[in-house]
């Protein structure tokens, strides 16, 4: 299926729409993001039930058509049950890209700068890597703190993961992007900091 539909609120009435361009093939557990002010929509990733995709494509609200973009730096690898999120710089906006089903790829991290289209991967280190597995979860930005919510999968080799909730501190400025690091620690309330100084614990 194809088609496209937008509800509008606070009425929540459907309308159907007509997208134009080069949009996504068919896929699931993709993500689909909001930025610029909610006038586009990024869509990174997911699978087809065979293939698993790291394609980027970007539809624009204010004539309804898709673009396919060519992105260059570190690419991430092919994946699914991700998320992701948008965290700003000044006027730059990035796509945040964290964790999701891959080969080879677990609990790693990933920037989109939505202007250039170059991506760059960033160091994910977890205190205890084994209390957490980054599929499935929720991924909310707001201000300077990212919210990790709920999460795991189901494995016959090890039966059912739930993780913990986290409350993370992101703070995210141009100099972290090039040499950014995200160290997550659960202590209490678990703090990310994506920052190029020190990490601090919070009891």
């Known amino acids: ?13 459907y309308a159907k729409i007509t997208l134009s361009g080069n949009g996504p093939s068919p896929r699931y557990s993709h993500t689909a993001t909001p930025f610029s002010f909610g006038k586009k929509l990024v869509v990174f990733g997911g699978t087809d039930g065979v293939r698993r995709f790291n394609d980027v494509y970007i539809l624009d ?6 673009s396919n973009i060519n992105c260059s730096g570190e690419l991430p690898a092919p994946r699914f049950s991700h998320s992701a999120t948008i965290v700003r710089s000044g006027e730059s906006e990035f796509l945040l890209v964290i964790g999701g089903c891959s080969p080879g790829s677990q609990n790693d ?5 939505l202007q250039s289209f170059v991506w760059q991967r960033i160091r994910l ?7 957490m597995m980054l599929v499935k979860f929720s991924l909310v930005a707001s201000g300077n703190l ?3 919510v709920g999460g795991g999968a189901t494995c016959f080799s090890f039966g ?8 993370a501190e992101f703070a995210l400025t141009l100099a972290d992007i090039r ?6 620690y659960k202590q209490g309330q678990t703090i990310a ?9 919070v009891a």
């Open 179 to 184: 040499g950014g690091d995200i160290s997550m």
């Open 1 to 13: 299926m194809d088609d496209s539909y937008i509800v509008t609120l606070p009425d929540f009435e």
């Open 125 to 131: 280190s977890l205190e205890n890597p084994s209390s």
């Open 109 to 113: 991290a990933y920037l989109l700068d």
């Open 160 to 167: 059912t993961h739930i993780n913990d909730s986290l409350m």
């Open 146 to 148: 990212l919210y990790f």
């Open 61 to 66: 609200t204010s004539n309804w058509s898709w």
């Open 193 to 201: 900091s994506a920052s190029s100084g020190p990490t601090q614990k």
